[in-house]
């Protein structure tokens, strides 16, 4: 009778350890749909909107620039925000992260839509507004480091590209949706949309972030984080560790964000110049953008299957320098005004090629940080990286040239920022078949003996392939995140070894 109520006990929590990792890719996808509809309305309303409710002053170039200088400020937070989301993360869960950055980034949004025009209040108007901007930078920040973190420590092995991929998805879906609640909007009549009409995303974002907060209250810590906090080994400081054991792999992670230029310079700049120097329609326009992002969602989880099976380097790299160079070709269709050309070259390069090293980014990140000190080493990195990425389409309205042939400097600088991210990813370690355990440093094996097992060998690292044989209950426990394994034939059970 014992017996049996034990392995239906045993029964129903192997039920559940294999459901949560599914629970965590659903969390993480639904919490970065709703974090990033957020954060793209807003771009949406600066390229079409904003230059002529806050800055109506100015001459419409100029005011272009500075509505669009608003989206860029967000990106000079995430760096700051990123040393503090990335403290919290590594020293007290993931979870307090993820909680936090939806509360603000869904307050922050829901305020713009509140903000009087510059002409009711005047100048405070735009100040408020980069405030604003501001604080959904420090809640971005921290987004999708805390989402991808946990997601990678649910996912089994030999999967983990996969399953981080879903939060990237979610990114996507939360465009689409984003973009898709302009197509009625902006058929307004100008004085409804530049007085009410352009609020209304930002006022549903009340919705978004109540369902966003029921979702992320109910996730669990992951497994190797867990095992990290039941031995104490949290840093009281992760930047120090960071910064001391693994600024190489920090500088490759900064540098591979620049790979964002293409999906900024897609989402404002070039929406910018096709509206209003090429005269193209603007709902035209948003359903390319719609279109690209609904061919990313199937296409993000199958470059992450491929890049568990090949690597996640060639992915990446791949993707990193296809869609820069089809800028090229994206913009002068754009120039162009051929609207069969804008949407076989946007999908082709958002859709498809981009989607390579969006979905693989998440996990080849993460895999290059121990989980002591992966949230910030994810978060800092990407957000020096994005921060850049994010001025992109400040630095291309200041370096275009005049007409519809001023797109030819915007093009290279954004295959340039492609072309660095690239290099700084090739010199990175291949992490595809390396498990999280040895990422770690806490898959030891006894070191060979002629005779007896003796009390004083010393452990050495295994193999990923040599663990999956292995019949070792010592490291079975560790993988489980449990801290005291027993003795095997006489020998102390492993330590921490690589610490």
């Given at each position: 009778?014992v017996?049996t109520?034990?392995d ?11 459901k ?6 659903i969390?993480?996808w ?7 509809y957020d954060f793209f309305?807003?771009g949406?309303?600066?390229?079409l ?14 005011a272009?620039l ?6 860029g ?19 007290y ?7 936090l ?8 949004t ?8 510059y002409?009711s209040?005047g100048l405070?108007?735009p ?6 901007r ?16 946990l997601s990678?420590?649910h996912a089994?092995?030999g999967r983990?590209s996969?399953?981080?991929?879903f939060?990237?998805?979610g990114?996507q879906a939360?465009?689409?949706v984003?973009?898709a609640?302009w197509?009625?909007?902006s058929?307004?009549p ?5 007085s009410?009409?352009?609020r209304?995303?930002?006022w549903l974002?009340a919705?978004?972030t109540?369902a966003?907060?029921?979702?992320r ?10 095992r990290v906090e ?11 560790p960071?910064?001391s ?8 992670v900064?540098?591979g964000?620049?790979?964002?230029t293409v999906?900024?310079i897609?989402?404002v700049y070039?929406?910018?110049f ?13 359903w390319?953008?719609i279109?690209?992002?609904?061919v990313?969602?199937?296409?993000i ?7 568990d099976r090949?690597?996640r ?13 089809l800028?090229?070709?994206y913009?002068?269709?754009i120039?162009?005004?051929s609207?069969?050309?804008i949407?076989?070259?946007?999908i082709?390069?958002?859709g498809l090629?981009?989607s390579?090293q969006?979905?693989v980014?998440?996990a080849?990140y993460g895999?290059?940080f121990p989980?002591r000190?992966?949230l910030?080493g ?5 957000q020096v990286?994005f921060?850049?990425?994010?001025l ?6 200041w ?23 690239a290099i700084?990813?090739a ?7 390396v498990t999280l355990?040895e ?5 030891p ?6 005779g007896?097992a003796?009390?004083?060998?010393v ?5 990923a392939?040599e ?20 003795t095997?034939?006489?020998?102390r059970?492993?330590g921490?070894?690589?610490?």
């Amino acid at each position: 009778m014992v017996d049996t109520a034990m392995d239906s006990s045993g029964s129903r929590q192997g039920e559940e350890a294999g459901k949560t990792p599914i629970k965590a890719v659903i969390a993480g996808w639904i919490g970065s749909f709703l974090e990033y509809y957020d954060f793209f309305i807003y771009g949406t309303a600066a390229a079409l909107v904003f230059g002529k409710v806050f800055f109506p002053t100015a001459n419409p170039t100029t005011a272009t620039l500075l509505s669009l200088a608003t989206y860029g400020v967000a990106y000079v937070a995430r760096p700051v925000g990123s040393v503090f989301m990335g403290h919290l993360g590594d020293r007290y869960g993931r979870k307090r992260v993820l909680v936090l950055t939806v509360t603000l980034m869904g307050t922050a949004t829901f305020l713009v839509g509140c903000l009087p025009s510059y002409n009711s209040i005047g100048l405070l108007a735009p100040i408020l507004l980069v405030a604003l901007r501001l604080l959904q930078g420090l809640a971005a920040s921290g987004e999708q480091a805390g989402a991808n973190s946990l997601s990678l420590e649910h996912a089994p092995e030999g999967r983990r590209s996969f399953y981080t991929s879903f939060t990237l998805a979610g990114t996507q879906a939360g465009l689409v949706v984003a973009t898709a609640l302009w197509l009625p909007i902006s058929t307004l009549p100008e004085a409804q949309l530049d007085s009410w009409g352009w609020r209304i995303p930002f006022w549903l974002s009340a919705i978004v972030t109540v369902a966003g907060l029921i979702i992320r209250s109910r996730l669990t810590e992951g497994p190797a984080f867990q095992r990290v906090e039941a031995e104490d080994e949290q840093s009281r400081l992760p930047l120090a560790p960071l910064l001391s054991e693994h600024w190489p792999n920090l500088l490759r992670v900064a540098f591979g964000g620049l790979a964002s230029t293409v999906s900024t310079i897609v989402a404002v700049y070039a929406l910018a110049f096709a509206v209003k120097t090429v005269g193209l329609d603007d709902t035209t326009m948003l359903w390319v953008v719609i279109a690209a992002n609904l061919v990313a969602l199937a296409a993000i989880p199958l470059w992450a299957y491929l890049a568990d099976r090949i690597g996640r380097k060639p992915v990446f790299i791949f993707g990193a320098l296809g869609s820069g160079a089809l800028m090229f070709a994206y913009l002068a269709a754009i120039a162009g005004g051929s609207y069969v050309l804008i949407f076989v070259v946007g999908i082709a390069m958002s859709g498809l090629v981009y989607s390579a090293q969006n979905g693989v980014w998440p996990a080849l990140y993460g895999e290059m940080f121990p989980t002591r000190v992966r949230l910030s080493g994810m978060a800092i990195g990407t957000q020096v990286g994005f921060a850049l990425g994010g001025l992109a389409p400040t630095v291309a309205v200041w370096i275009a040239g005049d007409g519809t042939g001023g797109w030819v400097p915007v093009a290279a600088m954004t295959f340039g920022a492609s072309v660095l991210a690239a290099i700084a990813i090739a010199t990175a370690r291949e992490t595809a078949h390396v498990t999280l355990a040895e990422i770690d440093g806490i898959e030891p094996r006894p070191a060979p003996t002629t005779g007896a097992a003796t009390s004083d060998a010393v452990p050495v690292p295994v193999t990923a392939k040599e663990i999956s044989s292995s019949q070792r209950a010592p490291s079975a426990r560790s993988r489980l995140g449990r801290s005291a394994p027993q003795t095997l034939q006489g020998q102390r059970g492993p330590g921490r070894s690589g610490r």
